[in-house]
């Protein structure tokens, strides 16, 4: 268990605090995470790495010269926000482009992108290699859609060490494809992790028994097996990987590998050892050369008890990369040049952070729509650890933990909009960059662009009619299904949000008022979001474990529709006081 934190939804926060006072000569924090600390040469790419917190070093850890220059970090095991992404990206581009770099989840995908997005329309080179070594979550017809693990440090070392050799952005990826490509990992637990403020581990393995290829933010493994002898282990995990050559690989045998067994957080390295000793004579057995072996830890799962191997297969271009010097917090090699420190002055956007004034009708509506945001943050309090529960039965646990960060920052930021007197399109658009950026991974991206979209078919000007809210739900809709690409069917938010935007436009249309047909919608999106119990999840971490999710609603949509209802609630007590305007 962790023991030792504040308030859980500021453990990521004054962690990230903590770390840089502790490494002030490595790095420095931007809003979103931090950078190198250190000059780098103008011209250089900047790799920047990112993912969620809890799994120290990766990824803050890995930032200083020889290896990234920057690293996003989001809130516990969720991914960054698109804001702390670009705003990390901003502070470590040195003028040669930028490499992001990360392990494959949905989330980062999602948040990454849309990030990259941003900066390229602002003139800023861009490319992404995503990291995809862990064998058991997907075959090897479909090794795209696997995740990322520990193999993240092999990826993220060869790209650097490149891009400090003066490798140009191309040059950088191709690397970074090439060292991913040859990167394999496999992974066991003992034990789930349990995350700060949490009663349970997110996840349980029965006493003598053992998680098979698990992930690293707590998702479930794929296989269950009694606990082995250590050396019953190592031969489950070289055996697994030896089992999958990458391409270009024609045999084991004369080949040169480094083996990084990695603890997943609380195994003690005693017992990494004794497994090493048979990883070591299986893989000299199979007449491969051993290259500089690593056993420590490197990405962990907070205080899960478990361990994953990463075979690295090198060629000439990656030995070298991978033997370059690296002088970072949490990882050195060799000796490094010490660079010096960049003197950074921090630059403020009067014009965005300006609050427009809404008319007076609008700024009635601004009332309401505060009331609105409070009972969503009611709602997610009330259910944080059911919808964490629900979460970690097939993917990582941090939907409650999630969702309230986002829904607190979204209350916050509408109410201080409001206070200044802002209309009810403004206090939904702030509302909706601060639970974006607060919250971060999917559903922090997703709310960002409901609540955005909502704010936008409002506006600032007149009191909003029951036409514009539908179109407003109408947009959040196609927006969520366009910036997640999900569909009905993968059992996801959209399963739930999509028959409340048909419902609610069909109601509104036949003439209800907005009260009425809301409550209408709500019923559709809550027997929708009860629903997805019979369904298979098609995408999101939940995939690789998808029978596990069957009997169980998904937290999203389950999310969704506590929250519509809420909101419902609202509504009708606005009617009751007279204040829902007559066309409404």
């Not at 070298?320 to 960049?342: C, F, I, Q």
């Not at 509408?414 to 960059?433: K, L, M, P, S």
């Not at 009905?488 to 419902?503: E, N, Q, R, S």
Request: aromatic letters at 6%; a negative charge; one cysteine or more.
């Amino acid at each position: 268990m962790t023991r030792l934190h504040n308030r859980p939804e500021d453990f990521a926060d004054e962690m990230i605090e903590g770390f840089v006072a502790a490494n002030r000569r490595y790095v420095r924090h931007v809003p979103g995470g931090v950078v190198r600390s250190t000059r780098s040469p103008e011209g250089q790419v900047a790799v920047v790495i990112g993912g969620g917190s809890g799994h120290y070093p990766a990824f803050g850890g890995l930032v200083g010269q020889g290896l990234a220059h920057g690293a996003a970090m989001g809130n516990l095991f969720a991914s960054p926000s698109t804001g702390q992404v670009r705003s990390v990206a901003t502070g470590a581009q040195n003028g040669g482009g930028v490499l992001f770099t990360y392990g494959n989840y949905a989330g980062d995908v999602l948040n990454f992108d849309a990030a990259q997005a941003e900066l390229r329309a602002a003139g800023i080179p861009c490319e992404t290699v995503t990291v995809t070594d862990d064998i058991s979550s997907a075959p090897t017809t479909e090794k795209h859609r696997r995740r990322g693990i520990a193999g993240d440090l092999t990826v993220f070392k060869a790209a650097a060490a490149a891009a400090e050799s003066g490798y140009d952005l191309p040059e950088v990826v191709r690397v970074a494809r090439h060292a991913n490509d040859r990167t394999r990992s496999f992974g066991v637990a003992f034990t789930g992790c349990t995350l700060p403020g949490a009663d349970a581990p997110l996840f349980t393995v029965p006493e003598g028994r053992m998680a098979v290829g698990l992930g690293i933010h707590g998702e479930p493994g794929i296989d269950e097996t009694d606990v082995p002898t250590a050396d019953g282990l190592a031969e489950l995990l070289v055996g697994s990987l030896l089992a999958e050559l990458p391409d270009g690989v024609a045999g084991a045998r004369g080949a040169r590998v480094v083996p990084i067994l990695n603890g997943l957080g609380a195994l003690k390295y005693e017992e990494m050892f004794v497994v090493y000793r048979r990883i070591a004579g299986l893989l000299e057995e199979a007449g491969i050369e051993i290259v500089d072996p690593h056993v420590g830890e490197y990405c962990t799962s907070f205080d899960m008890a478990g361990t994953s191997l990463t075979l690295f297969w090198l060629d000439d271009e990656l030995e070298r990369l991978w033997n370059a010097p690296v002088d970072t917090p949490a990882y050195r090699k060799g000796s490094v040049v010490a660079a010096e420190l960049d003197e950074i002055v921090e630059a403020t956007d009067a014009a965005a952070d300006a609050i427009p004034e809404g008319s007076a009708e609008s700024r009635r509506a601004a009332a309401t729509a505060v009331e609105a945001i409070a009972a969503i943050a009611a709602v997610v309090d009330a259910n944080v650890d059911v919808l964490g529960r629900l979460d970690a039965i097939a993917g990582d646990g941090d939907h409650g933990i999630g969702m309230q960060r986002g829904a607190h920052a979204a209350l916050a930021a509408a109410r201080a909009t409001a206070g200044a007197g802002a209309g009810a399109g403004a206090v939904f658009a702030r509302a909706a960059d601060a639970w974006s950026y607060r919250a971060g991974g999917t559903s922090g991206a997703l709310w960002g662009v409901v609540l955005r979209s909502v704010g936008q078919a409002l506006g600032d000007e007149h009191s909003p009619t029951r036409d514009a809210v539908a179109a407003g739900v109408r947009s959040a809709a196609d927006g969520v299904v366009a910036y997640g690409k999900a569909q009905l069917g993968d059992k996801t938010m959209v399963d739930a949000l999509i028959p409340f935007a048909d419902t609610l436009e069909r109601e509104i249309a036949g003439g209800s008022r907005l009260a009425e047909a809301w409550s209408t919608a709500d019923e559709a999106a809550t027997a929708a979001a009860a629903a997805t119990t019979d369904l298979l999840p098609r995408m999101g971490r939940a995939r690789p474990h998808a029978e596990k999710s069957l009997g169980t609603p998904d937290p999203g949509a389950h999310s969704f529709a506590l929250i519509v209802h809420a909101v419902g609630e609202v509504l009708v007590g606005s009617t009751d006081e007279g204040k829902e305007h007559e066309h409404a």
